[in-house]
């Protein structure tokens, strides 16, 4: 237990600097940022007034992150959302106050989301403080000794969650690479409808991975425990969910695309058709996106951490950038939506293959 409050304490310590540190450079060269990530000329300042206003406080975001995931080994998952759901909800209301109100544009957007994150980090840190909770804050200590614990535990930390950082990342990379290829083919409008997929996006990452998350520690412990049978049921019914989800998703987006977009954009805008067209494309890969996330989930649980590497590389850079690119060269603009669900696809193939190389080695 002490171990354990230790390595809470370092991850949230260590994780606060490197944001800190993070936040000053990107703000010096905000505007130089804003154009790598893919902004024109007539959405730069727009995206430099809400990087100001925004990344300051990205430190609060990483504390409620990663907090939630504490407060959850800690046995208490109903806290852990309410650290989520409070946040979001103050973060909707302000959004109206600040924008439509105040007419505070981008500054109010980013204000609201920030305070968001500083309620729910706020929220973390009560819990944490409290000494009757098993999982709490320790003292942090300077000695040389400490320190260069504190670096080996680091090093540990990031060496696990690789795989689960670097499908966060993932969608990061989608968001870059697609904002370049729909700015070249059609311009700021373009770039406003993929926004509203990259808005719809996370969300069903997170259903998916709340998925993976809740199946990760009983594949873990009944693998430890040599229980087969038990992994591979746990596994199915994580994939049968997850699958039953994808097929819900993609059908309301598909019917109810008119009525998503609306929820983003006015019909005035030329954006809105253009989003309206696309966005059931792009739907079209949630079942295989359901499919990969579980099953690098599962990959992680049952200690196989390099196909687990390999297929979130693949997935969310090789491939998705290779797709974004590549498609819309034969396809033109569908081929910039169905990009993604191509993705997704191949990585779905790769799973297979490595699923039945397996099998095929233990039947020899």
Known sequence: LKAARINVTQAVVVSSLFLAVLWG??????????????????????????????????????????????????????????????????????????????????????????????????????????????????????????????????????????????????????????????????????????????????????????????????????????????????????LGTAVTCGLVFFALTALFNHQIVAMFIDRSYPAYDIAVAGLPLFASGFIFFAVNIVSIGYFQSVERARPAMMITVLRGFVFMVLCLFGLPLLLKVPGIWLAVPLAEILTFLVIMAIYYRKHQWVRR
């Open 25 to 238: 450079v990107v703000c010096l060269f905000a505007p130089q940022v804003a154009v790598w990530l893919g902004s024109s000329e007539r959405l730069l300042p727009l995206a430099v007034e809400y990087m100001y206003w925004f990344l300051p406080f990205l430190v609060f975001s990483a504390l409620l992150s990663s907090g939630m995931f504490f407060v959850r080994l800690d046995g208490s998952p109903n806290y852990a959302m309410l650290c989520n759901a409070i946040p979001a909800v103050v973060n909707i209301l302000l959004d109206y106050v600040f924008i439509f109100i105040f007419k505070w544009g981008m500054m109010g957007a980013a204000l609201a989301t920030s305070l968001g994150y500083i309620l729910g980090a706020g929220m973390i840190v009560v819990y944490l403080s409290r000494r009757k909770n098993v999982i709490h804050f320790c003292r942090v200590k300077l000695s040389k000794k400490s320190v260069r614990l504190t670096w080996r535990n680091v090093r540990y930390m990031c060496h696990l969650g690789a795989s689960t950082f670097l499908c966060e990342a993932a969608i990061a990379c989608m968001m870059f690479a697609g904002n370049y290829v729909f700015i070249h083919y059609l311009g700021e409008d373009g770039v406003a409808a993929f926004s509203i997929a990259c808005y719809f996006f996370p969300i069903i990452f997170m259903v998916y991975n709340a998925i993976g998350q809740s199946a990760q520690p009983i594949l873990s412990y009944n693998f430890g425990a040599g229980d087969a049978m038990r992994v591979r049921s746990a596994f199915r019914l994580a």
